[in-house]
């Protein structure tokens, strides 16, 4: 004669209990990985916009250009510590230097000074005034579909970019968090727009380094 094994209301609460603890922590895992690939993510992008930078300013470089490099490594020196403290691992390939057209390369320096006397007057009338506040009117709308990082830099919040000439002013909004900011382009990089780290805190989402849905608009 079989007989039929039971659990016990004892038993049938302990198996519950674990059942759920695992599947609490497995929910915690993935959570935390997912938190650490946005951060890493950001980090990256920001790593190769600066070294995007960097090569392009060895392929055509300027009188500035070593200064601009020097400062360039210094950021990137910082974006390692915080990717090791991320442990986001290897870091992302370095992107080729790209060839300077034969023949150019005179004509390239000369223009490239000729940026920087431009530059250091828009600079020069910049200067004594007061910084543009964050949000502002909205303007016209630019670089449609970029994501938008941290160049690394320090300072008072500041933006810099591939397309638009000093003293620019930009309007970024975080569409996640509808944070937004206006500040002045005030250095060149190799993206459309990078906030500066005093600029992009104030409108990120905490932990993270990448705006995934931004909203680009020149204004003023």
Known sequence: MSRKRTMSTKQK???MTGAATLAGGFAVVTMSMGHASVVCDGLDQAL?????????????????????IANREAVIKQINVQREASGCGAAPAAPAAPAAPAGQGQGQNQQ??????????????NQGQAAPPAGGAGGQVVCA???????????????SSNQFPLGTRLKVTNLDNNKSITVSVTSTSGSC????????EQVREPGKFLIRKARIERVG
């Open 112 to 125: 490239g000074q000729n940026q920087n006397q431009n530059q250091n007057q828009n600079q020069g009338q």
């Open 145 to 159: 579909g970029s994501t938008v990082t941290l160049s690394g830099e320090a300072g008072a919040p500041a933006a």
């Open 13 to 15: 609460i302990a198996l």
């Open 48 to 68: 190769r916009n600066n070294e995007s930078f960097i090569a392009g300013q060895r392929a055509n470089p300027d009188a500035q250009s070593a200064a601009r």
């Open 193 to 200: 727009a990078l906030l500066n780290d005093a600029a992009f």
